[in-house]
DNA sequence: GTCTATACACCGATAGAC
DNA sequence: GTCTATCGGTGTATAGAC
């Protein structure tokens, strides 16, 4: 259609995210988006095709920011304490829930996801294995394993802490600490 | 309304759940039920009150059933390898996908949740603990800790399985396969 | 680039007959 | 217990003026 990256262009896909994050997918309409920005219906038409073209490039714009975050952690001086950060710090869990449920049906987006978590775990995988680097004793566990095990924990804790529960996450963080404390040693810090 | 556990009864629940893991919960209607079972839209409401009544009861019929084949896991001769069998191969992870963004917005379905994440929780940190008495050597997480990292990481697993992403599930595996084989050194078995 | 107006489909929920 | 019929509301998407 036209102007991609427009005030309007990001406005809306902000407004995207809100709505999602807020009131769920079944809400992310065409009229919705347009009162969250004080326009009328037909412009988000002018920016976007359909609905579905509007979702995917939403995911699309939230997922290249974070896996910038990643690689900028990746590159600090100590990736692994970053990188987790960036894991437990990342999107809303309500939203990326909504991501989830929404790529088992579309096939678009589900291209889109399945690219974002093989780049990001790519990521991950680099950090851990330059970390572990010569260091038997910290994990038997393959760099492959430790990195899923972490966005894998790094969701749940986070899902769950929105749901109300917290049994068994001070251990589990507990000994994320402990692990990233033994595979790079330089600072402390608290997670 | 009427008639909760009767035969239509359950074959709306039915409905409600193929549904859900197959179109997602925009399309979860009284007439999309309906049609599943060829009767009529009005004989949903004679059932359930409201749209939100059928999804809450839908996930409470699901989760029951959940927590009995735990507890029966539990009451094995194997638990910990029979409570992650039934983890990893529980509800199809599209269907828990609707269900966790459900939740985000429906308080009833929330509190459901959180009642199932609780008490599912409990019978694995038993399991864990009975195991784990007196081998502190097979790990220094302790079991409320490791409960919530199996549940983690067998929704992440089943869930990437179904999106197409493969990397690190087999190191993920083989640890958990080493894990249960130290703490519960009685059979062999493929996961 | 932004608007008015509209076609057409489907939704939840209810009234009331049999 | 199951049906027909219907209300008011909201959804995607398009035509076409300014």
Known sequence: MATPGSASWHAMLDSAQLILRDEGYGALTSRRVAECINVKQRLV?????????LIVETFRRLSLREL????????????????????????????ISEFMALANRNDRLRKEVVR??????????????????????????????????ATSLALSIMREKALGV???HRDVLAAINDFI???EPAKRART
């Open 68 to 95: 910038e975050r990643l690689r900028h952690a990746l590159a600090s001086k100590a990736p692994l304490r970053h990188i987790w950060d960036v894991c437990i710090h990342t999107s809303d869990s309500r939203m």
């Open 116 to 149: 974002f978590i093989e780049e990001s775990r790519a990521i991950q995988v680099k950090a851990l294995r330059a970390a572990l680097e010569g260091k038997s004793s910290v994990s038997r566990i393959a760099p492959a394993g430790l990195a899923i095990m």
């Open 45 to 53: 038409y002018y920016y976007f095709k359909t609905m579905d073209d």
């Open 181 to 183: 404390a033994a595979a």
């Open 166 to 168: 917290n049994t068994g």
